[in-house]
């Protein structure tokens, strides 16, 4: 069926390395994807999106990367940092659905110092 | 701060009873989502708004209902709550019900009992 899926479901990684968080995704159709960030207690929080025609996206410390061939999104943390430690989930918005989200299960990033 | 506004933080209430979560969308948003986030669930979407009008429907239970105001907040209505009700419900607001990004509130955590 349709879905977005994590590889990971928590990654550990030491203050100021690189992180990369993984998904697929399985619907072709999809043109919209975003990533969300949720701290403990709180609601997720706006990373980075991107849209279909494009491969790549580059925002402060952090950048998403697209392959529609493979249906493949990852998200790269540059120099994590203590307060990286969250969950982290992507999320494809379809048309035709109402532009709603459909979020993936989520990976949980822990950084150690 | 999303400037989504979620009431109220914690909920307990018994099986069977009715409540109503409110959300007020960031200033100049049209749009409100409603999501639903439980353990074994993830993040679901439930239903959408758009400048008062129903856009789409998730999987949102006949139970539940939902309304947005001419003052576009939401009120998002749970009816003859059951145990599995419990979890946490998340009202999003973007500027328009296209592709763009949504915007989370801290949510409402309900407890049935």
């Known amino acids: 069926g349709e879905s977005v899926g994590l590889h990971l479901p928590t990654l550990s990684v030491q203050e100021g390395d690189n992180s990369i968080i993984n998904c697929a995704y399985s619907n072709s159709a999809s043109d919209y994807f975003i990533w969300y960030k949720q701290e403990s207690g709180k609601g997720p929080q706006f990373i980075i999106d991107i849209r279909s025609n494009m491969d790549k996206r580059q925002g402060q410390r952090v950048t998403v990367l697209l392959n529609k061939t493979v249906k493949h999104l990852s998200l790269q943390i540059a120099a994590t940092q203590p307060g990286d430690s969250a969950v982290y989930f992507c999320a494809e918005n379809k048309v035709d659905s109402g532009y709603a989200l459909n979020f993936g299960k989520g990976t949980s990033l822990l950084v150690t110092p | 701060d999303s400037g989504v506004t979620q009431t109220p933080k914690h909920l307990i209430t018994a099986t069977g009873q009715r409540v109503t979560l409110r959300c007020s969308p960031r200033?100049?948003?049209?749009?409100v989502y409603w999501y639903q986030q439980s353990l074994d669930q993830g993040l679901q979407f439930l239903i959408q708004?758009?400048?008062?009008?129903?856009?789409a429907k998730g999987n949102i239970l006949e139970r539940f209902s939902a309304q947005q105001f001419p003052d576009l907040h939401s009120e998002l209505n749970l009816s003859s709550l059951e145990l599995g009700d419990s979890a946490l419900y998340f009202c999003a607001s973007s500027i328009r019900g296209g592709l763009s990004i949504q915007y989370f509130g801290a949510g409402t955590r309900l407890s049935v009992l």
């Open positions: 200033s100049g948003d049209l749009s």
């Open positions: 708004y758009y400048n008062g009008e129903e856009r």
